[in-house]
């Protein structure tokens, strides 16, 4: 169920309030850069309404840790980025993104989540944290690219990055920005181009931003001739 309105916006402003305390001082930054391993995930593709649409899950993502944290009040912020490549992995040829928030209102005792995508923004609120936690590591039928821009006979690949409560407040800005007008793609967040290759951006491991990062990849998808 979707609330947009100054109900939700109010109810986070006097959750963080009353916390008084930054999200930065929970998370100290590790002192050395670590590899981030690349997991093959199955995404299920399909095509609607002239783009490919991609569903896929990624639960392991959230271990005791980070669900403890969820309920602990302090907001959760999570970013993902999606890249669409052919099979020969070079440039990418789409890239999309999501970002979400949780928090738990203590008053309520019900989880907030905003989500900002391409197609806006809007809360859901949910009391199980199964749900919160479902909503925060998958996506459901997301688009990822125009069919238009696809050639058929060709295989593709989606590719993810999800970071859990990302250090860097410029590269949350900056995909939030992106997100609000995705007709401008910047040329680079946080130092990844966002059109780069596969090999670039998963490969070639850079210090670790976020609290939590997990990169994925999925099978091929065929488009039919």
């Known amino acids: 169920m979707r609330s947009v309105g100054s109900r939700s916006d109010a109810a986070f402003a006097r959750t963080a309030l009353c916390l008084g305390v930054a999200l930065a001082v929970l998370v100290a930054p590790t002192s050395a850069p670590r590899a981030e391993s690349v997991v093959l995930k199955a995404a299920d593709f399909r095509e609607e309404r002239g783009q490919l649409v991609v569903s896929a899950g990624f639960r392991e993502l959230f271990d005791h840790a980070l669900r403890k944290q969820l309920r602990s009040g302090f907001a959760t912020t999570v970013v993902m980025r999606v890249y669409l490549y052919a099979r020969d ?3 990418a040829v789409a890239v999309s993104g999501q970002t979400l928030r949780a928090v738990y209102d203590l008053w309520d005792e019900v989880y907030l989540l905003r989500v900002e995508d391409a197609r806006g923004n809007y809360y859901v609120r949910l009391r199980d944290q199964r749900q919160v936690v479902d909503r925060l590591t998958s996506f459901w039928r997301f688009p990822v690219g125009a069919l238009a821009r696809l050639r058929r006979g060709e295989g593709y690949f989606v590719a993810g990055v999800v970071e859990v409560n990302p250090m860097s407040p410029e590269v949350l800005a900056e995909v939030r ?18 059109f780069g290759s596969f090999v670039s951006i998963f490969v070639n491991n850079k210090i670790r931003r976020a609290e939590r990062t997990f990169k994925f990849r999925s099978q091929l998808h065929w488009r039919p001739r």
Not at 177 to 194: A, D, I
């Open 177 to 194: 920005r992106w997100l609000r007008n995705p007709s401008r793609q910047p040329r680079q967040v946080g130092g990844e181009s966002f």
């Open 89 to 91: 992995g070079g440039a």
